[in-house]
Every structure is written in C-alpha cells, then in structure tokens.
C-alpha cells in the first residue's frame, strides 16, 4: 500500500468543501454574533499586549503566553506555507489566507475566552485548560462533552508530533541541506538537543525562551521582507492585483506574476484557507491552551491579547512573505531539471535573492530555522497539556517531553508530503471538535465579550480620552 497516496487521499477528503465551510463559517458567526467587537477592538487588543498586570492567577504573564502561542503559529506555513498556498492555488490564495484570517479572530478570540474560563489548576500547581476543559465542563451533556474533549486531546497530542514537530524540523533540515549542504542527520541531532534543553524545564521554560525568540526572529524577518517589497515596488501594485483576480475568477491564468500557474476560485480558496489555518492555527484550538497559562483578571482580556496572534501571524508574516514573491517575479518559475514548478521555502529563497543574492539562502535559512525551532518549543506545551488531560500520571508528561525532541530528528530526515500531509490531516481532524465547542458555547462567549467592553473596554476608552484633555490643560 502507498502510504504517501492514502494519506492524500485522506487529507482531501478532511479538507473538504464540508470543512473550510466549517471554519470559515464559524468565523463568520462568530464575528456577527459578538458585533463585530473583535474587529473593532483589534488595535485596543495590540495596546493591551503591553499594559498587563500580574498580580493574577496563573503560570506565565500575558506577553508570554501570546508569545508562546506566536511562537507555535509564527512558523514555516509563514514561509513554506504561503509558498506552496501561492503556487497550487494561484496568487489568489494570499487574498483567501486574509480573508480567513479576518474571520478568524473572532473565532481566536471566542477560544482563548473559554480557555481562560473553563481552566484548571493540576496537581503540580500548574494552569491546565484549553477547548478540552470547555467541553468538559461548559457543555451540559457530559457524555457528549467529555467524549469530544477526549477526541480532541488524542487529536492534538498526533497533531503536536505532525505540525509542531515534523514538519517543523523536515522544513530546517531541508532548507539547510538545499542551501548549504547540512547533512539532515546532523540538522536533526543539533535541533533534538536544542529542543531537549528547552522543554525537559515546561512552561517557564519556553515561555522565556519565546518571549526572547519570537520578537527577535519577527524583528529580523520584518526588516528584510520590507527591503525585498521596497526594491521591488514598481511589481506590488500589479501582484496585488492579480492575486485578487485570481481570488474570484472562477478558472483563471495567471498573468505577470505567475503565467504558467492555472487556478480557480474554489482552488485559491481550498489551499488560502487551509494554509492559512496551518499557519495561524485559529479554529484548531491549540493557541488557547496558551492561554490558559497566562495571568490575566478576565477571561476576555486575555481572549483580545491572543487573537492578535493571527494579526500578526497571517495579517502582517504571511503577507511579507507573499509581497515578496508577488513582487519578485519568481512565482510560476520551473526547475530546469524537472520542470516541475518550484516551490516551498527554495521559491521563497528565490524572491529574497533577486535582491540579496547568495544572502537570500542565508535569511530565509535563518528565518526557518528560527520560526521552525519556536513552533516545536509552542507545540510541545499543547501536546503536553493535551496528554495530561487524557494521561494525569506526570512520568508519563515527563516522558513525552523527551520522546517529543527526539522525533525531531525523525522529522528531520522524512520526506516532506508525507509529513505534510500528515500535519494536514491531524489539524482538520482537531478542528472538527473545537468548531463544534465554539458554536455550542458561542452564548458563553458573547456573555464575556459584552461584560468585558461594558465593564472594562468602554470604561478604558473614557478614560483615555478624559486624561487626554486634562493633559492638553
């Protein structure tokens, strides 16, 4: 049997029509339902990143548990990703990673709340939560609820050795091997140990390492992807053109920008949407068992402070990254000696040496490897808390911690669609579950939104503006 061909298949069929109407949807209603609070409130959610109080219940401060969640998001869907998206559905596809992403901070939003709410403390002292402690205690059925949070758990502790960690550590090994030669086995053994000295120490642990890592690799990229998009200007305005083209032709060709890549609408979609949720992860419920972790007063603070995770993860990373290959002029190349059409991080390679040279390979290198290296450390955090609802025995989370890094070096030396396609599947196959909570519980969330901006946000607001005028006197 060829595996490779049945995991295709099975991640076509998960990633469905009945799937990206799921999430999507659920976006959608949930942006209306809670009035469109979280779009409105996007740039006081920024502010509040930085005026935390920790006087609170929990493990790690708010910045931290946002950088934790940026760093299992912020990874390579932000490079490979929006690469792969760009080439087998269209430039259009960046348009559809947006528009997914719009919707899916109010669907971000709805499940870091119930993660806050639904929490626990575990026997060590540590804040265990996530969607599986809301269908544990926030649906009504028990059988129900506790039979989809059992689901859940198993998909995310799968999913956490495919998309937080294989994938991860194949995307390093095969830049650096295509780049410069790295062996993948010798990638495999230094990213193991650096994985290894991280998480054996838990939460704190990654939570400083990420608070470290994320802006700093976020910072470098930024300033690198901003100097490819303003040598290359003169190419923006029309690559932004053709990508919304594409995004609503119902079977197009694509032209400056990529001539010999043909897609419809509902392919732009399918791959926009789905790496989009790969890189933002907003409906999988993975982001807000970070959440759970942070110390925050209200559940709906700490709901605005991770929904800018998918801001900045597909709003701000992902859409760097295709400006700069829109821009670049390399979308639609061939390899000269498959004639397939490059893709994945050697295109985005590409874009960044059109300006940088042989330097191209250096900082997407770079780059992946620090992204890639974050979302392994984020991820072990959700598998970790995922088995410990399933698993309470703390030799058994100790265990898995070690068994998590050595897979790296399995995931450093597989080949990349099996691995991706493997990632794909377990994320659709969580997402199911977290989709249903969130629509199940959508009341409970719209009751802490509308307390939050009664109690809190309105009153804030207020009282900016009145120190504003006592200033100005």
């Not at 390093?172 to 053994?189: K, N, Q």
């Amino acid at each position: 049997m060829d595996i490779s061909r049945l995991l295709a298949d099975l991640n076509n069929f998960v990633w469905g029509p009945v799937m990206l109407a799921l999430l999507v949807g659920t976006g959608i209603f949930l942006t209306v339902r809670l009035k469109f609070l979280p779009w409105r409130n996007l740039f006081y959610a920024v502010g509040m990143i930085f005026r935390q109080k920790r006087q609170h219940e929990g493990d790690i401060s708010p910045f931290q548990s946002l950088m934790t969640a940026l760093s299992a998001t912020v990874g390579t869907g932000n490079i490979v990703g929006v690469a792969t998206a760009m080439v087998l559905g269209g430039p259009g596809a960046l348009v559809w990673m947006w528009i997914s992403a719009a919707f899916g901070l109010a669907t971000k939003y709805g499940e870091s709340v119930l993660a806050v709410k639904y929490r626990e403390t575990n026997s060590v002292g540590e804040m265990a939560g996530g969607p599986m402690y809301a269908m544990k205690h926030g649906i009504s059925n028990k059988y129900i609820g506790r039979g989809m949070a059992a689901l859940f758990a198993f998909f995310v502790v799968c999913s956490s050795f495919g998309i937080g960690n294989m994938t991860q550590a194949n995307s390093i090994s095969a830049a650096l091997y295509s780049s410069y030669g790295v062996p993948d086995w010798l990638t495999g053994a230094i990213v193991m140990v650096l994985a290894l000295c991280v998480l054996v120490r838990g939460i704190h642990s990654i939570g400083k390492v990420s608070s470290v890592i994320v802006p700093a690799m976020a910072a470098f990229y930024f300033v690198a992807a901003g100097i490819v998009i303003i040598v290359n200007f003169a190419a923006v305005p029309a690559g932004i053109a053709e990508m919304f083209r594409m995004a609503f032709s119902v079977d197009s060709v694509a032209g400056g920008i990529g001539g010999s890549i043909v897609a419809s609408m509902l392919t732009a979609m399918r791959w926009g949407v789905a790496r989009g949720v790969f890189s933002n992860e907003a409906g999988l419920g993975s982001a807000p068992i970070a959440a759970a972790a942070a110390r925050t007063d209200h559940a709906s603070r700490q709901g605005y402070v991770n929904m800018t995770g998918t801001f900045f993860d597909t709003m701000i990373v992902c859409m760097l990254t295709g400006l700069v290959i829109a821009s670049s002029g390399m979308l639609g190349t061939a390899d000269p000696e498959t004639g397939k059409l490059i893709s994945g991080a050697q295109l985005t390679i590409l874009a960044f040496s059109t300006v940088f040279g042989e330097y191209g390979k250096m900082i997407v290198s770079i780059s992946l490897a620090l992204f890639a290296f974050s979302t392994i450390l984020g991820w072990e955090y959700y598998g970790e808390k995922a088995l410990e609802y399933l698993v309470k025995n703390r030799k058994v989370i100790m265990s898995y911690r070690v068994l998590f890094a050595l897979i790296t070096f399995v995931g450093a030396t597989t080949t990349l669609e099996i691995v991706w396609n493997f990632s794909d599947t377990m994320n659709g196959l969580m997402a199911i579950p977290n989709l249903i909570c969130l629509l199940w519980l959508s009341n409970d969330i719209a009751r802490e939104c509308f307390e939050f901006q009664r109690e809190v946000v309105d009153k804030e607001k207020l009282g900016a503006k009145i120190d504003y005028r006592e200033d100005d006197q």
